[in-house]
């Protein structure tokens, strides 16, 4: 079975800074890989996905991600964070077509003005 | 284009009773996911629906049960309420082929009292 694990719970980046949220997958065959967005009280939005080819997929809002397979990884990134980015943070697996989403447990990410 | 709309939005429900949830997935979705969120956790899959049946099932008791309609449309049943089944309840459509990717709805907050 699938799993998922984001090590950090809660990250506080300055406005302006830049940010990595890292995730980390199990599953045995190649994955499909996602990350969502949730603000306060709402439900969830794609950023981004991947599903195969090129290992750097570019997403909504300037975020970017890399699949490293040997280190069964898809950290989220942003070269400049804005206040408007602060939220909670959730990569998912999802296995092969029909079958349903692992998520990790999410990282709380606070702005700095 | 609408996106995934769930109704309702909050409800308050005693121990014991009985909740229905609904959801109406993206236009030209087909398939139906539900999901449940805990406080501070991620979201955990319920169950999924894909022409009228349930094809996938999560870790989840009998009491939690779902249906889907001809018109795509799902709901999602839940018997004898625990105070543990306080949650965010996230319904999320997609496509049973091609893109893999679930869009999702606002989500139901239900408070068990």
Do not use: M
């Not at chain 1, 967005?37 to 290992?55: A, N």
């Not at chain 2, 099932?57 to 018109?71: A, I, K, L, T, V």
């Not at chain 2, 625990?82 to 408070?111: H, I, K, M, N, V």
Request: aromatic share 14%.
């Amino acid at each position: 079975a699938q799993s998922v694990t984001q090590p950090d719970i809660h990250i506080t980046v300055s406005e302006g800074a830049s940010l990595e949220l890292r995730c980390n997958y199990s599953y045995g065959a190649t994955p499909y890989l996602f990350w969502y967005v949730q603000s306060p009280g709402q439900g969830l939005q794609l950023l981004l996905k991947y599903f195969s080819g090129d290992t750097l997929v570019q997403g909504i809002k300037g975020f970017e991600a890399e699949f490293k397979r040997s280190q069964s990884s898809f950290n989220l990134r942003k070269p400049s964070v804005h206040w408007s980015d602060a939220a909670e943070y959730f990569c998912a697996v999802g296995a092969n077509y029909g079958q349903n989403f692992v998520f990790g447990p999410g990282t709380r990410l606070s702005v700095l003005p | 284009d609408a996106g995934v709309t769930q109704s309702p939005t909050h409800l308050i429900k005693t121990r014991g009773q009985q909740v229905t949830l609904r959801c109406s997935p993206k236009s030209g979705h087909d398939t139906v996911s539900w999901y449940q969120q805990a406080l501070g956790q991620g979201p955990q899959f319920i169950f999924q629906y894909y022409e009228e049946e349930e094809r996938q099932r999560g870790n989840f008791p009998d009491r939690f049960s779902g249906h889907q309609f001809p018109n795509y449309s799902s709901e999602l049943n839940v018997n004898a309420l625990l105070l543990g089944d306080s949650a965010l309840y996230l319904c999320a459509s997609s496509l049973a082929t091609g893109a893999y990717e679930q869009y999702f709805g606002p989500g139901t907050r239900l408070t068990v009292t």
